[in-house]
């Protein structure tokens, strides 16, 4: 079977959880016999392209094995992160499909990539339609009218005409029918969480959206065997981007007020250079280290640094790698109760949650571990015994079986 995998940009370039779950899958895909390539939008500027057709540049490269094709648009729309304009890019679409004659199309990520869905719904392509954010129902992405608020969802543009006015109801209505359509053609929407099912099926009635959660690389793994004793010092880690929606600077005061001797804090990531100032600012000089980016395969090694994870995000996660990485490492885990990112944890036994925002149940949470470190022994015993994350063979075989129905 011929798969072509589309996701909004991809590796080296980007490396978040949705570029990670499309090379996973495509991976996967490719070592039991498929031939693959990934479709993606290139963001950089003066790339190396070496086509020039339709008003659009591309280059071919090949990605740890796997076959890449990226394109970029000679003179970009200024809306082009958003907008789903079904007159833009479909010449290319096209010709891109005609040329590569897929059997089948798994879709990870829709932005700058969504004429290719078209083209593809209008020559009868099949795909399929993973809901790595909510891009789809929402211009913003992530469900935030503002940096600090949050809505349910769109509410066929009534929300939006409330929380957004800025953007037109014209535009809000043309691009949620849109979003129908295309989540009505696929022959199979799937999320990651409950919590991203629950959303997608209750904005667009009919459709029905089917869990299979993100895997983790057990090849990868390597689990925290530290015993710990009530007068240890406790590492926190934070890894993510180093924006306002994922909270690092809550996770700095809280730990900065706390003050505790026996504690430190490190930050991975990167951000814009006026937010991470602020960040340095904040932390003072409390025992908070701020690490930068790292290589995706030195993971392990970081995740061994920490003795607890935690996850402050103020926006809905989709599900989040980084916190079932952690526990698959034995890592117990803090985090935000919002979204997907809590559902694998149990209060108390695999790590603790709190109200989205809430830096003084952090700062409490954070002060109960450093306290009294030794309850993480249990922690992890539960961790391993009872928390079942699954991993990339698995979600590879439920989707591998997705597939193949489809031609049944």
Sequence with gaps: MKILYLVHQFFPQFQAGTEKFIFNIASMAQQTGNIVKIVSYDCEAGGNFTSDAFGVRSKQFSYQGLPVLAFQYKNEPPDLHYTMDEALGVQFAKHVLERE??????????????????????????????????????????????????CTGPEGGEACAKFCSELPSSFI??????????????KQVVAPSKFVAEVFQREIPGIKVIVNSHGVKQTKLRPNEKIYGDEDEITFGFIGNQTVHKGPH?????????????????????GRPEFVSK???????????????????????????FDVFVNPALCYETYSFVNHEALSNEIPVICS?????????VEGKNGYTFPAGDGEALKDILSSVVEHPAQLNAMKKYICLETLIPTVEQEAYRYDQIYKSIFR
């Design 337 to 345: 109760k919002l979204g997907g990112m809590f559902e694998k944890i």
């Design 101 to 150: 004659a897929p059997d089948l199309i798994h879709v990870g990520h829709l932005m700058r990539v969504y004429p290719i869905v078209l083209a593809a719904i209008e020559m009868g392509i099949p795909y399929v339609l993973t809901l790595t954010d909510f891009h789809l129902i929402c211009p913003k992405i992530l469900l935030m009218p503002t940096s600090d608020t949050l």
């Design 173 to 186: 209505k043309q691009r949620l029918a849109l979003a129908a359509k295309i989540l009505k053609n696929a």
């Design 279 to 305: 960040l340095h600012q904040l932390a003072g000089n409390s025992n908070i280290e701020f690490r930068g980016s790292f290589r995706p395969e030195s993971l392990p090694d970081v995740l061994r640094e």
């Design 250 to 270: 809550l996770l700095v005061k809280a730990f900065s007020e706390m003050n505790h001797p026996r504690s430190r804090l490190l930050i991975y990531g990167t």
